[in-house]
């Protein structure tokens, strides 16, 4: 999914209807774990809410990761957020399906760095913002 405005572009891992989704599966998740915590219930369902919890909080990691670029660099938000200037970055590669595959960019002092919702077909518009056109 990507979105455009006047100074940025990002694309994001999931649509913001599944990352809302997946935080009320958390909610629900943490609400069963409270009360099975605090009501005498079978071991196992304690254990599957706990389970609950890691998954759906998995996803959320997934849901949130994000490439935002602009005429300044690239934010990579995945576990953390990392900022990338243009002057850093060597080039960009897509990674198997020139289309569908994901990009990635090859930093000059050697390090890969994948960009989470960039797809090979959004390989020209990456570089027409790195080049400073619109």
Known sequence: MSEVSDEVQ???????GWTRLL???LVVAVVFFVVAVATDVH???RVSTVCNMV?????LIVARS???VDGEGIVVRQLRQRRIP??????TQAAGDRVLGPTRVRLRDGDVVGLPGVRGRDL???EQI???GR
């Open 124 to 126: 020209d518009r990456l």
């Open 10 to 16: 990002v694309w994001r891992q999931l649509s913001r």
């Open 130 to 132: 790195r080049r400073g």
């Open 66 to 68: 994000r490439t935002v």
């Open 55 to 59: 998954v759906a909080s998995c996803w």
């Open 23 to 25: 935080w009320g599966l």
């Open 86 to 91: 243009w002057s850093e970055v060597a080039a």
């Open 43 to 45: 071991w196992g369902t």
